[in-house]
C-alpha cells in the first residue's frame, strides 16, 4: 500500500507500507552484497578514457625505452624531450638526452638550428638505423622542464 503525509515543513512524503512484521531492513549480509555488486559493477564498467591513456604514455618513450626495444619503435611515431647536448650541421643535427642520460641523435627537418643547453620537446618518426638509431623531427617545441621532471 502506497501511503502519502506530510513532514513538519510540509513536504509531502511518499512511502510504501508493508504488511506487518515484513519491514525491510538492510540486514549486514545484505548491505556486504550491495557493497560487493558496487564494486563489481565498477571494475566492469569500461574505462572512460578506453586506451587513450596506454597509447599516449607508449607514444611517449624515455630514450632508453628506444634504444633498449628498436625493433619495436622503429617507424614509429614518438614525442620525446630533454637537453641539447650536442649540435652538428649548425644545430640541424643535435644529441638529446632525457631523464636516461642516453643520448639520441636528432634530425631536423624543419631546417631551424638548435642550441646546446635547450630543452626540447621533439616529435618525429624513430629510426632503428643498425646501431646507429636516430629520430627524425616532424616538430621540435622549445620547453622548460621544471623541478621533478625529465632532463638532466
Known sequence: MVTTHQNRLGAAITGVV??????????????????????????????PMGDRTAAAEENKPIIAHLV????????????????????????????????SQIPLRIIRTDGLPTMVGDQVLVHGVFMRNGDDPYLEASKITATTVLGGGGCC
Not at 508493508?18 to 574505462?47: E, F, H
Not at 614525442?79 to 644529441?95: C, N, P, Q
Open 68 to 99: 633498449g626495444d628498436a625493433e619495436a619503435y622503429d617507424g614509429r611515431s614518438v614525442v620525446i624531450y630533454g637537453l641539447v647536448i650536442e649540435t652538428v650541421g649548425m644545430g640541424r643535427v643535435f644529441m638529446l638526452q632525457d631523464v
Open 18 to 47: 508493508m504488511a506487518p512484521g515484513r519491514q525491510r531492513k538492510l540486514t549486514g549480509m545484505r548491505r556486504a552484497w550491495s557493497s560487493v555488486i558496487v564494486a563489481v559493477a565498477l571494475l566492469l564498467a569500461p574505462n
